[in-house]
T-cell receptor, first 118, second 107 residues
Framework: NAGVTQTPKFQVLKTGQSMTLQCAQD?????MYWYRQDPGMGLRLIYY???????DKGEVPNGYNVSRLNKREFSLRLESAAPSQTSVYFC?????????????????FGPGTRLTVL | GQQVMQIPQYQHVQEGEDFTTYCNSS?????IQWYKQRPGGHPVFLIQ?????EVKKQKRLTFQFGEAKKNSSLHITATQTTDVGTYFC???????FGAGTTVTVRA
């Protein structure tokens, strides 16, 4: 099993360009997530998909769109990149769709995409 | 904003010493998870705590969930160079990570 894969690993964009970050998991997980990581700020949730066919905004959704293409794939699109979107982007997945106290939602992370917007 | 606060932000430890990192919330947590991220790597799940007052151990790591379920701690004994990295707590219900504690070890 490859787990969670992300492409590309590195990307440099100019302000105003668009791009799509790809994420796929082969663990048959229901939930998938996109985070961005900036120094000193931990991981912040951009969007998540609790199950195939649903997507919800996280803490920092502005400037991004997502598509849950099927159960395996969850893509993140930057329509018009800005320097403030320079960050490391992580995709993650977890098995359970529920979010109660007893839901077991261990998240498995991909290797990340390091994005620089000039 | 962040639902959970982590302290300290940085921890410089002499090899062989113990240290503790804390995760605090102003609201009651359904459960809490801990992750470790090695330099240049991705976060890796360590543990999930659910019950009030719960204590779980993984070798030299001890995780605790407060009685009021508003705080959690990670205690590492006899720190080794393999403990280097950033430790994050996650309020799973809100999908909100703390800012992390970055640990460096002096040999």
């Amino acid at each position: 099993n490859a787990g969670v894969t992300q492409t590309p690993k590195f990307q440099v964009l100019k302000t105003g360009q668009s791009m799509t970050l790809q994420c796929a998991q082969d663990m048959n997980h229901n939930s998938m997530y996109w985070y961005r990581q900036d120094p000193g700020m931990g991981l912040r949730l951009i969007y998540y998909s609790a199950s195939e066919g649903t997507t919800d905004k996280g803490e920092v959704p502005n400037g991004y769109n997502v598509s849950r293409l099927n159960k395996r794939e969850f893509s993140l699109r930057l329509e018009s990149a800005a320097p403030s979107q320079t960050s490391v982007y992580f995709c993650a997945s977890s098995e359970a769709p529920g979010r109660g106290p007893w839901a077991y939602n261990e998240q498995f992370f991909g290797p990340g995409t390091r994005l620089t917007v000039l | 904003g962040q639902q959970v606060m982590q302290i300290p932000q940085y921890q410089h430890v002499q090899e062989g010493e113990d240290f503790t990192t804390y995760c605090n919330s102003s609201t009651t947590l359904s459960n809490i998870q801990w992750y470790k991220q090695r330099p240049g790597g991705h976060p890796v799940f360590l543990i999930q705590l659910v019950k009030s007052g719960e204590v779980k151990k993984q070798k030299r790591l001890t995780f605790q969930f407060g009685e009021a379920k508003k705080n959690s701690s990670l205690h590492i004994t006899a720190t080794q160079t393999t403990d280097v990295g950033t430790y994050f707590c996650l309020n799973d219900y809100k999908l909100s990570f703390g800012a992390g504690t970055t640990v460096t070890v002096r040999a």
